[in-house]
């Protein structure tokens, strides 16, 4: 209390004073203060200092742009449709004209109804060869996929003991042929003595047996005789039909045994062969009244691609019951395969002429379409021409002066309306197809479906031209170069 009321108190502007000589102090070099200084500096560069209402400004710029680009972007795809559409090149009148299609023309004439079904070939003759005796194999005479005749020479074995087993049964029938000739002799004898009463009844009956014994003995022989010739002729192995042989199965050197599963041989006939195909079971009723009214049908062979007849054939048989997990029939046609054409087992596309249709309207087939099981074509007729417009030429997006904009590819033709006709198809093949409900002459759309409906305006395009849109417009709106 003394030392406050002397004066001798801290004052606080002394305090004060004395702080700030100690931050003084801590600024200098011997308190680390280059490094807080150096720092402080550092952050209070105006390069690095980045006020908040410039970063704010840097944001509005970027989405300005954004969105002005997008705009862009949309005009220029808005002014880009119409002109393409009006009269780019190849795309006739666009998306918002008339669809551009090709005609064509109904006529009368003739048309076959075919039956196609997949087909294979098969040989009439297939023989196996097999080994009928034991023995070891000496000549192989056939080279591999040899035609062969009838009769010629295939695979020898070696004969010799068959041959000794010949000799020995034609010794055994010599001997008993001659016994039999000896008791027919003294049978001889014995009628004529019983005939004057010099033997007895019994001897002359006993005789007469003894005739029949040997007969017996020597037609056993006859039959040993028999057996052991026919295996000597199994010694020599021969073609026994007319055919192509196949790959060597046995060489000279090997022994075969009789019964066993080894195959010598096997010889295909390929002149005439047979396809085998299946016809399905709703069409057999229209074949079976055809073979009924004694019509040979013909059938065509045609390779796997379908593109031309290998060979014409005539249908021969029909199997005798159909299928039931496929409900099909088989039939078999024969051809003559003059230049082997047709090989064993090869897959063909069989086509069976059923009858020819005679007198009736056929249309192009592009012209028929179908709405689930309906069928209907569009009847392309000539437009109405409007009473104001009859003599205006329609004006085109990107034109001037009711010039038309001109484009190397826009499609040129008469205005024409289509109308829906339904049809009752026939038959049809590729280029044609018989109907009912159209009149011959009748002018039909065959193509450009994808735009056509009931009473729609079309324009009437060269045959010969194929617009890029005339199935189908471009994604992007851009005219086809």
């Known amino acids: ?50 006020e908040p209402h410039k970063k704010s400004s ?19 795809r808005l002014t880009h449709k119409p002109a393409a559409a009006a009269g780019g090149g190849g795309h006739g009148r666009g998306q918002q004209g008339p669809a551009a299609i090709t005609v064509g023309e109904s006529h009368t004439g003739d048309i076959n109804i075919y039956d ?55 010794g055994t029938l010599q001997r008993d042929q001659g016994v039999l000739a000896q008791a027919r002799i003294d049978l001889d004898r014995y009628r004529a003595a019983y005939a004057r009463n010099a033997i007895a009844k019994q ?50 050197g090997n022994t075969v045994f009789s019964g066993s599963s080894s195959t010598l041989a096997v010889i295909t006939q ?8 299946n016809v399905s079971e709703d069409d057999l009723p229209q074949v079976e009244e055809q073979l009924r009214a004694r019509k040979q049908l013909e059938v065509d ?21 159909i299928d039931t997990t496929t409900g099909t029939l088989k039939f078999r046609a024969t051809f003559n395969n003059k230049n082997l054409d047709l090989f064993p087992n090869q897959f063909v596309n069989a086509r069976l002429l059923v009858k020819t249709l005679t007198n009736v309207v056929l249309v192009p087939t592009a012209a028929v379409q179908h709405n689930g099981t309906a069928a209907f074509v569009y009847v392309v007729e000539p437009a109405a021409a409007s009473p104001n417009k009859a003599n205006e030429e329609p004006k085109s997006e990107g034109s001037t002066d009711g010039k038309p904009a ?22 049809t093949n590729e280029k044609e197809a018989a109907v009912t409900g159209v009149p011959s002459g009748t002018k039909l759309a065959t193509s450009g479906f994808d735009r056509l409906e009931n ?25 086809a170069p």
């Open 1 to 50: 209390m003394e030392q406050q009321q002397n004066g001798n108190s801290p004052s606080p502007n002394g305090d004060r004073e004395e702080l700030g000589r100690s931050f003084a102090e801590q600024g200098t070099p011997s308190y680390g203060g280059d490094l807080g200084v150096s720092f402080e500096q550092r952050n209070a560069s105006p390069e690095l200092r980045v």
């Open 58 to 76: 840097l944001w509005v710029w970027i989405f300005g742009l954004l969105a002005l680009l997008v705009i862009v972007l949309l005009i220029v």
């Open 116 to 170: 196609d079904a997949l087909g294979t070939v098969t040989p009439v003759y297939t023989v196996t060869l097999y080994s009928q005796i034991t023995g070891l194999v000496t000549a192989v005479h056939y080279r591999e996929g040899q035609i062969v005749h009838k009769g010629e020479p295939l695979v020898d074995i070696d004969p010799r003991p068959y041959e000794a087993t010949l000799v020995q049964a034609q």
């Open 203 to 252: 001897q002359l009956d006993d005789q007469e047996q003894v005739v029949i014994q040997d007969e017996g003995t020597v037609q056993t022989d006859q039959g040993a005789v028999n057996y052991d010739q026919v295996e000597l002729s199994y010694c020599h192995i021969t073609a026994p039909i007319t055919g192509r042989v196949g790959l060597r199965l046995v060489d000279p």
């Open 270 to 277: 390929l002149q005439p062969i047979t396809v085998v195909f």
């Open 301 to 321: 062979a045609f390779g796997r691609a379908d593109e031309k007849p290998i060979e014409a054939g005539k249908l021969t048989a029909l199997d005798n019951q």
């Open 406 to 427: 001109s484009s190397e590819g826009a499609p040129s033709g008469p205005k024409v309306t289509v109308k829906v006709q339904p049809i009752n198809v026939l038959t």
């Open 455 to 479: 009473g729609a305006a079309a324009i009437v395009r060269p045959s010969g031209r194929t617009p890029a849109n005339a199935s189908s417009s471009s994604p992007s709106g851009n005219s």
